[in-house]
């Protein structure tokens, strides 16, 4: 090489630092590297991913070298709500899940998008669904959930909560969307194909799509026919489909297969992974965990009695569900450091404090900004079912700490697995033991006499 080459070669980088840095100087976030980007800053935080902001590899990504990242609330509004409809999923979003979701709500946009949306807004807001969805819960709860866990307890075996809770909500939001239960949460943990077909650690097939084709047109046909066939005075199907198909609408089936599939994609994890992770930190924070169940306690006193043994008999109701007030901000405080989608928020602080979430006289549940926490989305696609999520999430968690003590199990390591929905890398093995009534009950006793407020019990 001869100096004129040399030369040439340095000035070409000179001018390529020099492009760069003009660059890298509009930019906020990571700091961004020639050519390796913000590789650097990605590898340095890979053990806390999901509190940590990177920007793309540049040169290297599949069409733009460069995108904004943020975590700023007033950035989020910006895309969440003011300027909504500049911030589209965009062709590249619609490609990818086009064959399992199609133009499913939760994978269009535009005119699609606010068209499903309104359709499905009118249902979500009535009372009848709430209920809905409350008796599907605690039919798996009372017939299914809870024999696993007491059989676990008598047989001194951990069980994995992540896969019964998988199983359980999976059953929950089928119930809820179609209106059958494919009781996925029995005795023996049986395998169901079209369960295994949302498995997110199996690769998608045609296989899968054809089990799920197969199974939820057997479904919708079947619908189809007891809603023609229905009489006057029957009791209608409550279930999202049928809610959809008896619009005047007429909707094709290929269009209520979307539907289905995108409510129980949507429906199921943020309640898995919220719980998952709501029972690792409750079974780490005593104090917490002795608050909800006091809670628990003091509701069901006003409601059913001093009889504890009318407190199990049956799951919680609706109107008990609704006045866990600390359990609501517990599991709110869980997905303000745990969200199902880690990519949409980021934890501020990582204390588990569930007393943020409640006003001064700790008495009634405060929102927060929902630009700050966005577990559910914000703005016109905030998240439909998050009451629907709630009720599920508090049911579930008042019938196991009302009946049962959980503590990780010997050995057993609790980690993140990076992926698009926040799981844990190894399940959640938990030690199930019995949770003593009558010592809770004494205890509260004890504290109400030292505040001479017996009476009130």
Known sequence: MDASEALMILTALAACLVWFKLIVRSLNGPRVWPLLGSLPGLIENSNSTYQTCTAAIPFLARKQGLVTVTCDPKNLEHILKCRFDNYPKGPNWHAVFHDLLGDGIFNSDGDTWLFQHKTAALEFTTRTLRQAMSRWVSRAIKYRFCPILESAQLQGKPVDFQDLLLRLTFDNICGLTFGKDPQTISPGLPENCFASAFDQDTEATLQRLDHMDKYLSEIINTRKLELVSQHQGETPHDDLLSRFMRKKESYSDEFLQHVVLNFILAGRDTSLIGLCWFFWLASQNLRVEEKIVTEIFTVLMETRGADTSKWIDEPLVFEEVDRLIYLK????????????????????????KPERWLSKDNKNFEPKDSYRFVSFNAGPQICLGKDLAYLQMKSIAAAVLLRHRLTVAAGHRVEQKTSLTLFMKYGLMMEVHPRNLKSVLEKKHAKLRKMGMLEFC
């Open 329 to 352: 901000a517990a599991l709110s405080e869980t997905l303000r450091l745990y969200p199902s989608v880690p990519q949409d928020s980021k934890a501020y602080c990582l204390e588990f």
